[in-house]
């Protein structure tokens, strides 16, 4: 089985447990974030994810100290006009600058009580082979110790929409030197199925050098989708899924649907937004159990909704890759 407890250690203590569902904040399709994590904050006692090119542009303002642990993002989301999956282009978002000298002058400023992971630049203009990836990587937040390093992989070429998991895999145990290796959804291959195939071959690699170091997939917080990555071997999950949409018995909808289905058709959306965040973070909270849960015993029956189609994913990914 390739889905497995595994542990985030830093200075011989272990900071937490996977698997971890990360609810995540962004400028992107979200002007008021500062207002939505001032409204958050009350609730979200677990991990969180921001970005270090909304903290460069001041579209946000620290401490996140109401997070157990903070993932601080590559800014290479917003420094584009591409979209994640889930994004459905409900606002206009025109990208400031954004390059690897203000990266790095966040990550020098950053001074946080919190345990802090610090994710590799990324730009989306800008494409470097695996190895150059790595190498650039290493050199992120020179003479820090007091930070947990993550290196996100992007495709190597400007005409690449996807990663080469065989570059990848050739590099596998290069970047088992840091201490999270993570992807995009969106980029790990083209098709649920592709993306299970390819998170299980890194997991799979990883596995035969005898290294437990998590993989964490960006831009994926889905009901559905998510559990089949995380039965594919992957273990941190984080996206703007929980702000877009709602999760509701087992599925990911659009909030004014959930407005009318709980909340009554002539809730304003104001209420609906501000109800729908908390109900997905507490759905968030749920699911993480659920996940550990299946985790003890390896029955599908765990999962409350769509046990079958887990079962039967996983199934055939285990039949493709020969885990």
Do not use: C
């Not at 970047?175 to 993306?195: H, M, P």
């Not at 009901?223 to 992957?234: E, K, N, Q, R, V």
Request: no cysteine.
């Amino acid at each position: 089985m390739l889905a497995k407890r595994r542990a985030l250690n830093f200075k011989g203590a272990v900071l937490e447990r996977t698997p971890l569902l990360v609810p995540s904040f962004s400028s992107k399709g979200f002007p008021d974030v500062k207002k939505i994590i001032k409204t958050m904050e009350e609730v979200i006692v677990g991990t969180t994810l921001v970005s270090a090119y909304d903290l460069y542009h001041k579209k946000i303002s620290p401490p996140f100290d109401f997070a157990s642990l903070i993932f601080l993002d590559s800014g290479g989301y917003e420094a584009t006009k591409d979209a994640e999956l889930s994004d459905f282009g409900e606002r206009d978002h025109s990208p400031l600058t954004w390059t690897q000298k203000m990266h790095e002058k966040v990550l020098a400023d950053w001074r946080s009580s919190v345990p802090t992971v610090l994710i590799s630049y990324d730009h989306p203009t800008e494409r470097l082979s695996v190895r150059r990836q790595i190498e650039r990587a290493k050199r992120m937040a020179p003479g820090r110790a007091d930070v947990l390093r993550e290196i996100l992989l992007k495709p190597e070429t400007k005409d690449q929409t996807l990663l080469n998991i065989n570059s990848v895999l050739r590099q596998v145990r290069a970047l088992s030197q840091f201490d999270i290796i993570g992807v995009t959804e969106k980029e790990i291959g083209n098709s649920i199925f592709g993306r299970m195939e390819n998170i299980a071959k890194l997991r799979m690699a990883l596995d035969n050098l005898g290294v437990e170091t998590p993989i964490h997939v960006f831009g994926s917080l889905d009901t559905i989708t998510t559990p089949m990555y995380f039965l594919a071997g992957a273990d941190i999950f984080d996206g703007l899924t929980w702000l877009r949409f709602a999760y509701h018995e087992g599925y990911t909808m659009y909030k004014h649907n959930y407005g009318a289905l709980e909340l009554g058709v002539k809730t304003r959306a104001h209420i609906i937004d501000g109800r729908t965040w908390n109900n997905n973070y507490r759905y968030l909270v749920d699911f993480e159990l659920e996940l550990r849960r299946f985790l003890n015993g390896h029955q599908f029956t765990s999962f409350k909704y769509h046990s079958g189609l887990f079962r039967d994913a996983h199934k055939s990914m285990v039949e493709a890759v020969g885990a």
